[in-house]
């Protein structure tokens, strides 16, 4: 035996097959996998009971107790939520609020995090100092109500429930420090090819950034389609009214009432029950249908941004 396979035959043995686990990980390892199942279950349950009462009929859905499957099926909740002209206003102002609430707040995000991350900008650890003080000292919900309705005269207009909450600061720190773990050298060589500041953010920051701007994107996005309260606030126009709001009318006073829909309402067999939880599905439903698609993007978008402060 030479000495080359004698050396192949000693790194064999030294190497361990398999990492020892003793009794005591195993038996750590099934408690973590019990209390995962139990939370699981706890999150998900409420869900599906929802979905299991807006698919039931008002007979079955009366009943107390766990329902894990309908007993008899009944689109009829769904079918007179559908007839409701109120329900459809609600999206057309939700996704109004979204779209324009999303571009407002992205562009302004992405506009100030990446002059913080230059070393370059003067005052720039004084204005960051401001900004992360807007966490702990506000102005309150009284003053804030008056500069939004009386000094900028928004109030019963869409810019009154996208503009109050368009910047965030921990949104607006992840960004920066995300831009600021991009190599330098990147910037610099484009700048030497000619881009000035604003080319280089377009054609060079933002492409590398993908992973953090659909992160925060999502973020945005599901902040504004549960937003209600700058709403309830400043809208009084009903034809104005976000679909939070209108969900909450129905859910809170009579939902026959609410979803009346001519003689419909009285043809289908639906109750107070069935049409509430009917409402909570449909304002959920599409935002857990765009979710699936952002979340590969989680992890990598909020770690690399929470590397550098």
Known sequence: MNVSETNKTYVKKMRPSHVYEGRGEWLFQGILIFIMVVLSITFLYPYWHVLVTSLTSPDAAEGSGFKLWPKVFSFDSYNQMFHTKTLWTGYKNTLIVVVMGWAVSISLNILGAYALSKKTLPLRGTFTGIIILTMFAQGGMIPTYLVVTKTLGMKNTYWAVILPQCVSVSHLVIMRNYFMNLP???????????????????????????????????????????AYFNCLLYITDASKYVLQIIMRRIIQTDSKEMTYAGELADQLETDTVTLRAASIMLATIPIICVYPFLQKYFVKGVLIGSLKG
Not at 191 to 214: E, T
């Open 184 to 226: 330098q050298e990147l910037e610099e060589a484009s700048i030497i090819d000619g881009a000035n500041s604003f080319q280089v953010l377009i054609k060079v920051i933002l492409p590398l950034s993908m992973p953090m701007i659909a992160t925060i994107s999502l973020w945005v996005i599901v902040s504004n389609w549960n």
